[in-house]
């Protein structure tokens, strides 16, 4: 077979492909961004080997399946962080639950530099190497914690709370909704339509204080596969 041996990267074919998936999306990136968000990339692979961060070690999935996969949700996540209905001291604040290897946190805060963003995990080497990411990338507006998002406490909240295959929407809703600013959103990545998890969370008698605003459905550049963001908000 021909081509490059395993593990090796055609860096200039990826950077390519990167370009080509932020047109798709419609996110107009620096050149600088776009260098960024590669280094991060970089360092998701080189950690991987050591940490396992994620399950995903190829690296055309990884640009698809994560970097792609959470830049996809990226202008939907920014135009809801920067919503004027929530307080001045909670706008452009976006909590990223559960965020592993830094998805989707870490792209927002490379694409969107006006807004701040924290990723939490119980995972500590996941939140180490986050935490280098922030430091070796220069990244001010990206911060990690570890630790468990319902012993968080914050006076000003978030406009945004997101999570990207970190758990059921009633967990997502039960463990982090205490974060939301008044007048903010939940927004969940999810993969097929999750009319069973709507379901479960009408079922546990959360719909009473919350309702799903929309759902609308994502298109990642190069994967196909079926993506949604579930759309929630106070009633």
Same mark, same amino acid.
């Given at each position: 077979?021909?081509?490059?041996?395993?593990?090796?990267?055609?860096?200039?074919?990826?950077?390519?492909?990167?370009?080509?998936?932020?047109?798709?999306?419609?996110?107009a990136l620096g050149a600088a961004q776009?260098?960024?968000?590669?280094?991060?990339?970089?360092?998701?692979?080189?950690?991987?080997?050591?940490?396992?961060?994620?399950?995903?070690?190829?690296?055309?999935?990884?640009?698809?399946?994560?970097?792609?996969?959470?830049?996809?949700?990226?202008?939907?996540?920014?135009?809801?962080?920067?919503?004027?209905?929530?307080?001045?001291?909670?706008?452009?604040?976006?909590?990223? *639950?559960?965020?592993?290897?830094? %998805?989707?946190? $870490?792209?927002? =805060?490379?694409?969107?530099?006006?807004?701040? @963003?924290?990723? #939490?995990?119980?995972?500590?080497?996941?939140?180490?190497?986050?935490?280098?990411?922030?430091?070796?990338?220069?990244?001010?507006?990206?911060?990690?914690?570890?630790?468990?998002?319902?012993?968080?406490?914050?006076?000003?909240?978030?406009?945004?709370?997101?999570?990207?295959?970190?758990?059921?929407?009633?967990?997502?809703?039960?463990?982090?909704?205490?974060?939301?600013?008044?007048?903010?959103?939940?927004?969940?990545?999810?993969? *097929?339509?999750?009319?069973?998890? %709507?379901?479960? $969370?009408?079922? =546990?008698?959360?719909?009473?204080?919350?309702? @799903?605003?929309? #759902?609308?459905?994502?298109?990642?550049?190069?994967?196909?596969?079926?993506?949604?963001?579930?759309?929630?908000?106070?009633?």
């Open positions: 077979m021909g081509g490059l041996r395993h593990g090796a990267v055609d860096e200039a074919a990826q950077r390519q492909r990167l370009e080509s998936g932020l047109d798709a999306i419609g996110l776009v260098d960024t968000l590669f280094a991060y990339l970089t360092l998701l692979r080189k950690w991987n080997g050591v940490y396992n961060l994620t399950a995903i070690r190829h690296p055309d999935e990884m640009l698809t399946h994560h970097l792609l996969d959470s830049l996809a949700a990226v202008p939907a996540l920014a135009e809801a962080a920067r919503s004027q209905a929530v307080p001045d001291a909670a706008r452009g604040r976006l909590l990223d *639950v559960g965020s592993g290897g830094g %998805m989707p946190g $870490m792209p927002l =805060a490379i694409a969107c530099p006006d807004v701040n @963003v924290l990723m #939490v995990d119980i995972v500590q080497k996941k939140t180490a190497f986050l935490t280098q990411c922030r430091a070796q990338l220069h990244l001010t507006n990206a911060t990690a914690h570890w630790g468990p998002v319902e012993k968080i406490e914050d006076a000003h909240g978030y406009a945004v709370i997101t999570s990207r295959a970190f758990a059921e929407l009633t967990d997502f809703v039960n463990l982090s909704g205490h974060l939301l600013a008044p007048g903010g959103k939940l927004l969940a990545m999810k993969g *097929v339509y999750p009319q069973a998890e %709507m379901d479960r $969370m009408e079922a =546990a008698g959360l719909m009473q204080a919350w309702q @799903v605003e929309a #759902v609308p459905k994502i298109v990642v550049p190069e994967l196909d596969a079926e993506r949604h963001l579930v759309v929630l908000s106070r009633r």
